[in-house]
Each structure stands twice: as C-alpha cells, then as structure tokens.
C-alpha cells in the first residue's frame, strides 16, 4: 500500500500540473481539446468508454508525459558484463536511464523540444508510432509502471473534466525542479474562472 501511495500520488500530480502547462502554452490545444470534450461528453459522467473517445485530451497527455516526464532518471545495476556504444561495462557498474534525454532526441523524435499532441494522431502527418524502448514516462521492463493505465485514465479524466468546466489562465512561466519526481518548482500559477 505504502509504495503504491508513495509511487503513485508525487508523480501523477507532478504530470498533471505539466499536462495543464503544456496544453494552456499551446496556441489552439486547449480550444481544440475543449471541443472534443464538449461534442463527446455533453453532461455525462466520465466513465472508461467516454475516455476512449477523447483523442485530443489523449494525445496532450501522452505528448506533455513525453516533454516532461515526472521520472527523470531510472537508476539501475548492471548484473551482468554488457557492452554499449563501443564501451564495455562492468557488472555492478551503476547505469542512469533517463526518460527525459531519450525522450529531447532529435533523431527519436523531430522537433523534440516542441509540444504537438499531433504526433500521437494517426491522422496527422507527424504521427509515428513509439516504440517502447523511445517512450518511457512509465519505465520499461519487468519494473514498468503497475500505475500506468489508472494513471493515464487519472489524467485524462481530470484534464477533462477540466476544459469543461472551468477557464484557466497560466499567470507566469515555471521552471522545473528535483529529478527525483520532477514538477514545476513553485506550483502551477492559473486563474481559475467557472465557465460560463
Ligand atoms: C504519471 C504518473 C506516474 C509516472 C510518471 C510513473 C512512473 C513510474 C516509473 C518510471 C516507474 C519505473 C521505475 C524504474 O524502473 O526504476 C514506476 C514504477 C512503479 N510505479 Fe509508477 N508512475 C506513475 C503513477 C503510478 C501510480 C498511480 C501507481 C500506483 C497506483 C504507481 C505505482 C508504481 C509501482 C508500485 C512501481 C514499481 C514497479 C516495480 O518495481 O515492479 N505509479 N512508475
């Protein structure tokens, strides 16, 4: 209980509070995923079947978990002698995997530092699928994230439930902070206002 409370309440607010950053800088994201939300949902509770059917608040989640990852860094030991990039490594060596550069290279991801929930829309030309080993917010392997897909419908969910209800004005810019679950350093600044 105490590592799914630990594991999963930091890193899942720290990716709500970029996912809200990212979509509000955006021109036109937040309009075109308020949209949606409003076509889709109408006045019904958000269940598992809705969420399917929103595309846009999908795509600004997966792009803001892959320009901002709240795990910045997955420490490893290595069991076993490996060689990597024409370097061997010892085992016991200490490696640091790290979602975030994986996730700023350029040969990985064109345009890597700019948001565009675009990729993630088949429709669009800038979609390509991921593979595994180039999209990491949740890790990979046996250790891969149990929180994943309750954490994605998490913010999903909230990101929703959002853009229907409420405008919000992001009121300065923020910087991140700690790579241990990385957010931003004093909070997300908005104005909240109830739609009308
Ligand atoms: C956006 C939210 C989340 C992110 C970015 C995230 C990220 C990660 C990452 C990167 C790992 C792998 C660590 C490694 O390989 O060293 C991990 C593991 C883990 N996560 Fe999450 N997580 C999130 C939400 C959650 C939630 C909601 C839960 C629980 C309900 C959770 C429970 C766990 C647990 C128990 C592990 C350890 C798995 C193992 O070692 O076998 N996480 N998470």
Do not use: N
Request: charged share 25%; aromatic share 6%.
């Amino acid at each position: 209980m105490i590592s799914l409370i630990v594991a999963g309440y930091e890193t899942t607010s720290a990716a709500q509070a970029w996912t809200l950053y990212a979509s509000l800088r955006a021109p036109g994201v937040w309009e075109r995923a308020r949209e949606e939300v409003d076509t889709v949902l109408v006045d019904s509770e958000i269940g598992a079947e809705l969420l399917d059917q929103l595309p846009s608040v999908d795509a600004i989640v997966q792009e803001s978990l892959r320009l901002h990852p709240p795990v910045v860094v997955l420490p490893r030991v290595l069991a076993e002698d490996a060689e990597f990039g024409g370097d061997r490594l010892r085992a016991g060596s200490r490696l640091a995997i790290s979602p975030y550069v994986t996730h700023r290279m350029p040969e990985v991801w064109p345009g890597p530092e700019r948001f565009r929930p675009g990729r993630w829309d088949p429709q669009e030309s800038l979609h390509r699928p991921a593979a595994p080993s180039a999209f990491l917010p949740f890790g990979g392997g046996r250790h891969r994230c149990v929180g994943a897909p309750f954490a994605t419908a998490e913010l999903k969910t909230i990101l929703a439930e959002l853009l229907r209800s409420v405008d919000l004005r992001l009121l300065t810019d923020v910087a991140p902070a700690s790579i241990i679950v990385m957010r931003p350093r004093r909070g997300l600044p908005v104005a909240v206002r109830r739609r009308t």
